[in-house]
């Protein structure tokens, strides 16, 4: 394939610095994922290399743009994401995606989306009232949810928040602890919690707490009530067991909504047993007013290592699962000729 020259103007070194990075890592990292060669003069940006590669190119320098101008800046996680968007084709139009704040944390920094993944959830959370957001640990699933949650009980929309785990690592059936329940569930809904003072501040938290307008409890204590103008939360949803998951889904009453998030590839519930998150799935996929948004490794947002560990993973149980399958089909084939060999004697 023949190659092309491409050139754009860009006439701010605001924009060209933090274009290049640190030591040219940013567009070092653009050359080596579309093939290309970048050259700056002046403020003339020339792209060669094949068609298809400087047309990537050119589309994440403009991306990139974008997000400087209303960034003053750029990290290195963001123009990744955007060549991974690029490369897979994909206009993640990431630039008008961050006018969309949720809320800010009390220390004033903006919660938003930062893949394209999170503004469809973002989006299916403002228009439906359950929704189930599934997929791997660092996709921001549960932060987004409260900061949605607490932006919404804030503005009065609701008049309680409810934060709900099912307490597979205690057992779900807590009497045999000593202290009272908050002492109990703690350790393990502590990411909550967590949650809750970054976006809310300790003061506001737990004044709410003591009104009783935010409750943080397991999912047992949710049994025999109908919540009401409430904002429901459940999280780790794939150690609900089936019943649970509908015991859950049926408290919700009028002027709530609901929130299931969790990872279906990290269950913890005795081998067995099936999970609720697999069978709502299953269940309530085209149920009008209930939307499923999975997550997948490129919504990552921890640390780029935590993306290629997750599908490092991905790839290594879908080679344990082919090879345990064609395992099982031999001993299968087998079996006829031990019976027969077994019917001589």
Avoid: W
Avoid at 22 to 48: P, W
């Amino acid at each position: 394939m023949e190659k092309v020259k491409r050139e754009i103007l860009i006439d701010s070194a605001d924009v060209l610095t933090p274009l290049f990075g640190e030591y040219d890592a940013n567009v070092k990292q653009i050359e080596k994922s579309f093939g290309v060669h970048i050259n700056v003069r002046d403020s003339k940006l020339t792209v060669t290399g094949e068609a298809p590669g400087v047309e990537g190119a050119l589309a994440v320098i403009g991306d990139m743009v974008g997000v400087i101008k209303k960034d003053k800046g750029i990290s290195a996680d963001t123009t990744h994401y955007l060549i991974e968007m690029r490369m897979k084709g994909i206009n993640s139009q990431y630039a008008e995606m961050m006018d969309d704040i949720i809320c800010f944390t009390t220390r004033g920094k903006p919660i938003k989306a930062k893949t394209l993944g999170q503004h469809r959830y973002i989006d299916a959370i403002r228009h439906n009232d359950i929704v189930f957001g599934i997929g791997p640990a660092g996709t921001g699933k549960t932060y987004l949810a409260m900061a949605m949650a607490i932006t919404a009980f804030k503005n009065g929309d609701v008049s309680r928040l409810i934060l709900t785990r099912p307490a597979v690592e205690a057992g779900e059936k807590l009497g045999f602890l000593p202290g009272d329940l908050q002492d109990k569930v703690d350790p393990y809904l502590r990411p909550l919690y967590d949650a809750l003072f970054e976006i809310m501040g300790p003061e506001a938290f737990e004044r709410n707490m003591e009104k009783g307008l935010i409750e943080v409890a397991p999912l047992a204590y949710m049994r025999g009530r109908t919540l009401e103008n409430a904002y429901i939360i459940l999280d780790e949803a794939q150690n609900t067991t089936p019943a649970q998951m509908k015991m859950f889904l049926t408290r919700f009453g009028a002027g709530s909504k609901v929130i299931v998030t969790g990872d279906v590839t990290q269950i913890d519930l005795p081998s067995g047993k099936r999970s609720g998150l697999i069978e709502a799935q299953r269940v309530l996929k085209g149920i009008k007013g209930i939307d499923f948004i999975e997550f997948d490794y490129s919504d990552v947002v921890r640390h780029r290592l935590v993306q290629r560990i997750i599908e490092a993973y991905e790839k290594y149980d879908q080679t344990r699962a082919a090879h345990q399958e064609s395992e099982a089909d031999s001993e299968e084939k087998d079996a006829p000729r031990r019976r027969k060999h077994h019917d001589h004697h």
